[in-house]
């Protein structure tokens, strides 16, 4: 374990948020191949961490969440720590040997969570180690924050998997999840012009649950290709102050399951454009999108892209869907 001291500028110039590194070696019976390195740290000093905000490295622009000066602020407000995991390449991985295998339950689960073990000895923060999860993942490890929604669905607060889709048979298609797992909230996101993970399978998969009644939202960003998550702050941090004050994340006691009877809920009018995803199917657009009070009839050439927790969050969504085009200038 290493300790580190540094500053962040979500808080102020004076002040400064512990930093911790660890590292976990893969157990006989786990794929990863050697030891994976996570960083931890506390904007919120020594407050009982309420949740651990878990943004899973996979490029710059990813990453960018875990040093954000909003996100920082958001974190200290809300008693959160930081994580960031760093990639962990597997044994005989789909998609070769730098790759990382995207099922939890292969060794990349507990690895997190003992991860976490470690932090709680070693920080002071021993409620770390029963602490809830928000996660954040982008493409590989969105699919892996799919999954990982059906591997702890006691622990997770929230997920985000942003632009998913892996090789088969870990992409978001193959994403099987238990009934206790439908409580969680996701924020499922696909870029319009994405040539590798597209918006027909993160879609497929954002319907096939909330079919069965998950609290989950659907964004598209409109002319976006496999890149610029960071667009979608936010919009991201308004949906999680939301679901936060919902679920109310206690490290001692279990989350709350959200009424998504009220409410809002969003809809789209896709369009398809001439760009095609590493399967072959076209991706699409947003040509228009509305929002509406739940318990009314959907409007008519549209599909549903989910349930949105207050007036001002489904406003937000609005905008940002309307949006003809997204700044791609930060890629992965």
Known sequence: MRWILIGLLGLTTLAQAQSLETI?????????AGSCRYDLAFPAGRHVVRAVWVTFDRGRDIMKFYSDPDVVDFARRHHLALMMPHQ????????????MDMDPSHGVGRAL????????????????SSSKLILLGFSGTGALFAHFVGYAPDRILASIPADPGHYDPVGVDNVRLPPAALVVPE??????????????RPYNYFRLYRERGAPWLFVVQNRTPHCCIINAKSLILAWLDEIINLRQPSPTKPLRKIDDSRGWVGYIRACPSDVHD??????WDACDASIQRTGRAAPADSIPAG?????????????????????TSSLP
């Not at 976990?24 to 990863?32: A, G, H, M, R």
């Not at 924020?187 to 027909?200: C, F, N, P, Y």
């Not at 349930?307 to 700044?327: C, D, I």
């Open 88 to 99: 962990c390449p597997a044994k005989n991985a789909p998609g070769g040997p730098k790759e």
């Open 187 to 200: 924020l499922i996101m696909a870029g319009g012009a994405d040539k590798v993970s597209g918006t027909q």
């Open 278 to 283: 590493g399967w072959g199917t076209a991706t």
């Open 24 to 32: 976990v070696t893969p157990l006989s019976n786990e794929t990863f």
């Open 307 to 327: 349930w949105l927790p207050s007036h001002h969050v489904a406003t937000e969504w609005l905008a940002f869907v309307k949006q003809p085009q997204h700044p």
């Open 113 to 128: 969570f003992t991860a976490l073990d470690q932090f709680a000895r070693h920080s002071g923060h021993a409620e770390l």
